[in-house]
């Protein structure tokens, strides 16, 4: 039985038969539509989608007692992070992964891609505490509530990776692993690797999402300034680090420390996971009467 079973498996190798799918096979275009004079790439919808996904989330989540801002707040706050994550998604990948684009034109070339979700992070933070002080609202829990949709960002975003077959894992052998283009010089086999983009999207998106849907409706935490943002700095950070274990290093780091011995990625992980885990541990400590700007009354 067991010669029997094995049979196959020796046939395809023995005749060269690769049994790992081929990204190629996939038929995959990073191109949505393409009117010759224009196009539209899934990486611009992912931000789109990303955006509109969670703005409508947002609003779904100030209706509920206690909410520090209120429906006329949430519409201007998403000028102020779609600003944050362009502005701040652009330079933090000119500083963290490409310093030579602060000296060109290059910088302004977003359709060349190359964004850095820290940057974005760091962006989008400024942008709300801006925006708060302007309004004279509390910009700590506006933090909680728009940690909550970012979940939705990052799984369209990780998805765009896949579909532009960017920011693959390391050679692997496991029976998902997927051989993608360009992997390595002209003339040499490609290795099957791990589809890291596809692991963040599960992890960076979905189970994210869920942490933060249950912390937001089935306890009091958007009750505890912090404890949301809290929650979602610990959970990507730790998500985050532990996928670069199967992520490709950065090319531009290739034979550095930060390809050899710890990714650039974890790196800037780390003060993520600190910050995280000190806004979870402190937020019952900042907990006081809300006095709600929308979604009905105060909630001690």
């Known amino acids: 039985m067991f010669l029997t079973a094995a049979l196959p498996i020796l046939a395809a190798a023995t005749a060269g038969v690769d049994p790992h799918l081929h990204f190629t096979d996939l038929h995959l275009n990073p191109v949505a539509i393409d009117l010759h004079f224009f196009q539209i790439k899934w990486y611009s919808l992912a931000y789109i989608s990303g955006i509109l996904l969670g703005w409508w989330y947002l609003l779904k989540l100030i209706a509920q007692p206690g909410s520090p801002m209120a429906r006329r707040h949430a519409d201007d706050l998403v000028f102020y992070a779609t600003l944050g994550i362009i502005l701040g998604g652009r330079l933090g990948y000119a500083i963290f992964y490409a310093p030579h684009l602060l000296t060109s034109l290059g910088l302004f070339k977003l359709w060349d891609g190359g964004m850095s979700f820290h940057g974005g992070m760091i962006g989008t933070s400024i942008g709300i505490i801006l925006f708060a002080r302007s309004q004279k609202l509390d910009w700590l829990r506006i933090h909680d509530y728009l940690a909550c949709v970012v979940p939705f960002g990052l799984f369209f975003g990780r998805i765009a990776n896949f579909v532009n077959g960017e920011l693959w894992g390391k050679p692997a052998d496991v029976p998902w692993a997927i051989v993608f283009r360009d992997t390595v010089q002209t003339g040499m086999i490609e290795p099957a690797r791990h589809p890291s983009q596809l692991y963040e999207a599960g992890l960076e998106g979905i189970a994210l999402f869920l942490v933060l849907w249950f912390a937001f409706w089935k306890t009091k935490a958007r009750y505890e ?19 670069e274990f199967f992520r490709e290093p950065d090319s531009q780091f ?16 780390l003060p ?6 000190y806004l979870v541990l402190t937020a019952k400590g900042r907990r006081h009467r809300v006095e709600p700007i929308a979604g009905g009354q105060s909630v001690a």
């Open 254 to 269: 290739s034979g550095t420390f930060f390809a050899t011995t710890i990714h650039m990625g974890q790196v800037l992980t």
């Open 225 to 243: 300034p912090g404890k949301l943002v809290g929650l979602f700095l610990l959970g990507y950070g730790l998500a985050r680090f532990i996928v």
């Open 272 to 277: 993520m996971i600190v910050g995280g885990l």
